[in-house]
Nanobody, 126 residues
Framework: QVQVVESGGGLVQPGGSLRLACASS????????QGWFRQAPGKEREFVAA????????YYAESVKGRFTISRDNAKNTLYLQMSSLKPEDTAVYYC???????????????????WGQGTQVTVSS
């Protein structure tokens, strides 16, 4: 059974940083692209960042480009999202997910992903 567990969320002031982690089990993590998504109150879930199975390519939403960095440690079956220069509009529940297709490129469509975690809350506020 595939399990995905996000961690690292919390309350941070504007301009601050957080690092989210996503631990995955029950599937060969290293051969699937991984992605981060978020859902703000009253809004639909949206794409944040994705990384290819090898880590060689990364893809970001325009709203986070230059501030967020996605990475992966295949030896630890863990996905990360380093978030810097956080803004109040980054407040959301952050989810990680694994692509359905082995060896696919990094991509943004939610329908491409399966095995969602419960999410971790990130609140940016002074």
């Amino acid at each position: 059974q595939v399990q995905v567990v996000e961690s690292g969320g919390g309350l941070v002031q504007p301009g601050g940083s957080l690092r989210l982690a996503c631990a995955s089990s029950g599937r060969t993590f290293s051969i699937y692209p991984q992605g981060w998504f978020r859902q703000a109150p009253g809004k639909e879930r949206e794409f944040v960042a994705a990384i290819s199975w090898s880590g060689g390519s990364r893809y970001y939403a325009e709203s986070v480009k230059g501030r967020f960095t996605i990475s992966r440690d295949n030896a630890k079956n863990t996905l990360y999202l380093q978030m810097s220069s956080l803004k109040p509009e980054d407040t959301a529940v952050y989810y990680c997910s694994s692509d359905r297709t082995r060896f696919a490129v990094a991509r943004r469509g939610q329908s491409e992903y399966a095995y969602w975690g419960q999410g971790t809350q990130v609140t940016v506020s002074s």
